[in-house]
Structure formats: C-alpha cells, structure tokens
T-cell receptor
Framework: AAGVIQSPRHLIKEKRETATLKCYPIPRHDTVYWYQQGPGQDPQFLISFYEKMQSDKGSIPDRFSAQQFSDYHSELNMSSLELGDSALYFC????????????FGSGTRLTVV | AQTVTQSQPEMSVQEAETVTLSCTYD???????LFWYKQPPSRQMILVIRQEAYKQQNATENRFSVNFQKAAKSFSLKISDSQLGDTAMYFCAFMTPQGGSEKLVFGKGTKLTVNP
C-alpha cells in the first residue's frame, strides 16, 4: 500500500538559509499535518491543511510557511534558518470524517549548521 | 487545552516478560481518541494501538493491550511477551476529532529497553 512520502530524507543547511520540505500524502487523503520533533523531544504540531486550506495552526514560527497544492501534496518552507530549527519534521495524512486515523511519513531530518 | 503525561521517562524489561507503560491525560472533551505510537531508532512513527473514548472495551492488538480508565483519565499500554524489537520510544497521544483539524497532542515519551 502507498504510504506518506517525504522528501528529502536528510537536509543540511547553513544558518539564515532557506529550506523546503515536501510531503506527498496517501492517495485520497485530503488532510495533511506537519510536526516538528527536536532531539529527545516529543513531536509538536505545526500546521494542518484540509482540502488545500489551512485548517489549524500550532507552534509554527513566523519564519515558516506552508501550503497544500491542488494535487494535495504539501510543502513546508522555512526561511532564515536557526540552529534551533534542527529537528525531525514529520508529515502525516488522513481522510477527514473517517476513523482510519493518521499515517506518518518517515520524516525529514533537517540539520542547520 | 489537552495535556498528556507520561510519568516514566525510561523503563526496561526482560525478553518474554510483560511491561506496562503509564499515560494520563487531561481534557474536558467527551469524544476523543487515544493512541500509543512506537518510535524505534529509525525514528519512524508507528501506530501501536488506538482507543475510542466512547468504547468501554479495551483495545487489543496481538501482544499489545490497553487499560483505558475514562473516569480516571488513564490510558496504560501493556506489552506481553516482550521482544527485542519492542525496544523503542513509546508516545501516548490524544486527539479530538474535528474533521480536517485532528492534531495529535503527545506525551513526553517513555524509552523502553527490552533486555535479552
């Protein structure tokens, strides 16, 4: 079965650079969630999209933005990167209104040096 | 706001034995879901088991079962016949169904080590 695809798997950026993380949800899933997991931390909700519209917002810095495109894939754009942005970024998808639950991608490990 | 508390930062168990991981939560909602996720060293987030709050029967998935006490807001995970592959970080998580905005709130996690 198709899973949630995240790219790239690993990314190394320098401070003040920009990064773009991509997420391809499971086919037919209409909702995408982004989470940030710092070293030794639990995942923290950043933002979600339902039918290409932002549906909820968590602790996402103003330097970050995201969107969901017409094919339901989502991108998380991160600018003016800081050392503290180094983390594992998870994307998850679901089909709203069902009991199917979430499926997580394998994550993108971002390292800011 | 919902909160999830896992009071055991680390636990260890001998292979083939049984271990219970604790989780408590706080919410004023009546309809919600609870989950246990496993995160092995590969860092993949793997769903272990889920429980709907309106179901009184405790969920079971093979060697994994939960003890859901709604009044006490407790949701513990029991792993029977522990295997070396169960070594991982285990996160308890809470979710309120809101159709298109069903974010998960995680606990801090319990690091489980299964010893041979």
């Amino acid at each position: 079965a198709a899973g949630v695809i995240q790219s790239p798997r690993h990314l190394i950026k320098e401070k003040r650079e920009t990064a773009t993380l991509k997420c391809y949800p499971i086919p037919r899933h209409d909702t995408v969630y982004w989470y940030q997991q710092g070293p030794g931390q639990d995942p923290q909700f950043l933002i979600s999209f339902y039918e290409k519209m932002q549906s909820d917002k968590g602790s996402i810095p103003d330097r970050f933005s995201a969107q969901q495109f017409s094919d339901y894939h989502s991108e998380l754009n991160m600018s003016s990167l800081e050392l503290g942005d180094s983390a594992l970024y998870f994307c998850a998808s679901s089909l709203a209104g069902t009991d199917d639950g979430y499926t997580f991608g394998s994550g993108t490990r971002l390292t800011v040096v | 706001a919902q909160t999830v508390t896992q009071s055991q930062p680390e636990m260890s168990v001998q292979e083939a034995e049984t271990v219970t991981l604790s989780c408590t939560y706080d919410t004023s909602e009546n309809n919600y879901y609870l989950f246990w996720y496993k995160q092995p060293p590969s860092r993949q987030m793997i769903l272990v088991i889920r429980q709907e709050a309106y179901k009184q029967q405790n969920a079971t998935e093979n060697r994994f079962s939960v003890n859901f006490q709604k009044a006490a807001k407790s949701f513990s995970l029991k792993i029977s016949d522990s295997q070396l592959g169960d070594t991982a970080m285990y996160f308890c998580a809470f979710m309120t169904p809101q159709g298109g905005s069903e974010k998960l709130v995680f606990g801090k996690g319990t690091k489980l080590t299964v010893n041979p």
